[in-house]
T-cell receptor, first 110, second 114 residues
Framework: GQNIDQPTEMTATEGAIVQINCTYQTSGFNGLFWYQQHAGEAPTFLSYNVLDGLEEKGRFSSFLSRSKGYSYLLLKELQMKDSASYLCAVPHTGGFKTIFGAGTRLFVKA | DVKVTQSSRYLVKRTGEKVFLECVQDMDHENMFWYRQDPGLGLRLIYF???????EKGDIPEGYSVSREKKERFSLILESASTNQTSMYLC?????????????FGEGSRLTVL
C-alpha cells in the first residue's frame, strides 16, 4: 500500500527557517509534490522533485532522498503570510491518482 | 490565468437530499478529480475521470457518483446526503500529457448536511 506521514502542526517565528518533513512508502515512485494551502483556499503547487537532491526556488527549497523515502520542505526568512498548511503528495505509478499526506499546519508568530 | 471553478463555496443541505457539486476548468485538461478534505485525514480521492464520459472510483466512492459529459465539466453527485458527508470538497484537473503533472484545484465547496 501507500502511506505518507508528515507532522500535524509546527510553529516558527517570523524571519526564522523551518523544515517540514515528509516520509512516504509507495509501491513505485514517480516524484513528490509539495502544495501550499491557506485556510479556506485551494491548494497551490509549490514544488516537484523526482531526482535526489535539493531544488531551490526563492525562499522555498525542497529536498528528496528516494532511498530513504524522505522529503522535506525548507522555508527561509519566514513571513506571516507563510502561515498555511503544507501538503506532501505522491503520484500513483501506473495510474492517475495522487496520494496526499494529511498536511502540516504551520503557524508563523511575530 | 488558468482556472478551476466550483459552483458553490458553501452549501447547507438536509439528510436525504440530492446534492450536485459542479466543477468547470478552462485549461482543456483531460483528467479531473474530486477529493474531500477532512481535518487530520488530508485529501481523499472520491472519483476521477481521465477523459470525457470516463470515470473511475477513487478510494472512498461510496455514497457518491459522478458525471463527465463534457471535457471541461465534472460533476459530483450525492444521491442521498448523509451527515457523514459534511466536508470540504475539492475539484482538481491535470493534463494527461504528464501523468506526474501538478494538479490545479478549485476553491472548494464546503458542504454541511444537517
Amino acid at each position: 500500500g501507500q502511506n505518507i506521514d508528515q507532522p500535524t502542526e509546527m510553529t516558527a517565528t517570523e524571519g526564522a527557517i523551518v523544515q517540514i518533513n515528509c516520509t512516504y512508502q509507495t509501491s513505485g515512485f514517480n516524484g513528490l509534490f509539495w502544495y501550499q494551502q491557506h485556510a479556506g483556499e485551494a491548494p497551490t503547487f509549490l514544488s516537484y522533485n523526482v531526482l535526489d537532491g535539493l531544488e531551490e526556488k526563492g525562499r522555498f527549497s525542497s529536498f528528496l532522498s528516494r532511498s530513504k523515502g524522505y522529503s522535506y520542505l525548507l522555508l527561509k526568512e519566514l513571513q506571516m503570510k507563510d502561515s498555511a498548511s503544507y501538503l506532501c503528495a505522491v503520484p500513483h505509478t501506473g495510474g492517475f491518482k495522487t496520494i496526499f499526506g494529511a498536511g502540516t499546519r504551520l503557524f508563523v508568530k511575530a | 490565468d488558468v482556472k478551476v471553478t466550483q459552483s458553490s463555496r458553501y452549501l447547507v443541505k438536509r439528510t436525504g437530499e440530492k446534492v450536485f457539486l459542479e466543477c468547470v476548468q478552462d485549461m482543456d485538461h483531460e483528467n479531473m478529480f474530486w477529493y474531500r478534505q477532512d481535518p487530520g485525514l488530508g485529501l481523499r480521492l472520491i472519483y476521477f475521470s481521465y477523459d470525457v464520459k470516463m470515470k473511475e472510483k477513487g478510494d472512498i466512492p461510496e455514497g457518491y457518483s459522478v458525471s463527465r459529459e463534457k471535457k471541461e465539466r465534472f460533476s459530483l453527485i450525492l444521491e442521498s446526503a448523509s451527515t457523514n458527508q459534511t466536508s470540504m470538497y475539492l475539484c482538481a484537473s491535470r493534463t494527461h500529457r504528464d501523468p506526474a503533472g501538478e494538479l490545479f484545484f478549485g476553491e472548494g465547496s464546503r458542504l454541511t448536511v444537517l
